[in-house]
């Protein structure tokens, strides 16, 4: 059964701390990205990757990092840097060519204590 | 700049009524857009598609019309149900991401919240 992992569900961190948050598909699509929703916005993309070892900032970068040395995994790490980091992060995957839409995951729930 | 709008953040409906949620873009170069169903803390799922070149999409009892020249689309649901209580976002597809691999780039709206009565 193909799909997105996210992991884990619910996390809390400490201000000043780093995070990584889990991305594992097993749906062999090329391109993965990470979004994050915040209540009453639309989802912001905050990078993307279209192939192994290469990944791109895309409008809220900052703050964030990411890496893709596996196409099966895109691990996002959300730094001390990121000022808001209280959100829902989604990562998402889509074959290559055509761009018919994303295959997201269930979703991270971060919160700063 | 909030290139696709869902003015709506919420909706309310009796079971067994049509919903209507609507959805307007400002970029008329958006050429295929996308309507996903997302229930609390689960991911968004995908509902229906329409491409530019159609002016409308039906699958089930779901429809969604396209109107270009107002730049505009809506997502019917008939008859309504419960189960259909979620948040809706509607997705237009913006520019090639460039590189092999042909992906692109997708432009959320805010999203609607639906609650189906019983």
């Known amino acids: 059964d193909g799909g997105i992992t996210q992991s884990p569900k619910y996390l809390f961190r400490k201000e000043g701390q780093n995070v990584t948050l889990s991305c594992e598909q097993n749906l062999n699509h090329d391109a993965m990205y990470w979004y994050r929703q915040d209540p009453g916005q639309g989802l912001r993309l905050i990078y993307y990757?279209?192939?192994?070892?290469?990944?791109q900032k895309g409008d809220i970068a900052e703050g964030y990092s990411v890496s893709r040395e596996k196409k099966e995994s895109f691990p996002l790490t959300v730094t001390s840097a990121q000022k808001n980091p209280t959100a829902f992060y989604l990562c998402a995957a889509a074959p290559g060519g055509g761009g018919y839409g994303y295959t997201f995951g269930s979703g991270t729930r971060l919160t700063v204590v | 700049d909030q290139q696709v709008k869902q003015n709506s953040p919420s909706l309310s409906v009796q079971e067994g009524r049509i919903s209507i949620l609507n959805c307007d873009y400002t970029n008329s170069m958006f050429d295929y857009f996308l309507w996903y169903k997302k229930y609390p803390a689960e991911g968004p799922t995908f509902l229906i598609s329409?491409?530019?070149?159609?002016d409308k999409n039906e699958d089930g009892r779901f429809t969604v019309f396209l109107n270009k020249s107002a730049k505009h689309l809506s997502l019917h649901i008939v008859p309504s149900q419960p189960g259909d209580s979620a948040v809706y976002f509607c997705?237009?597809?913006?520019?090639?991401?460039?590189?092999?691999?042909?992906?692109?780039?997708?432009?959320f709206g805010t999203g609607t919240r639906l609650k189906v009565l019983a």
């Open positions: 329409i491409s530019s070149i159609k």
């Open positions: 997705a237009a597809r913006g520019p090639s991401l460039g590189g092999a691999s042909g992906t692109y780039k997708y432009i």
């Open positions: 990757s279209q192939i192994v070892n290469d990944f």
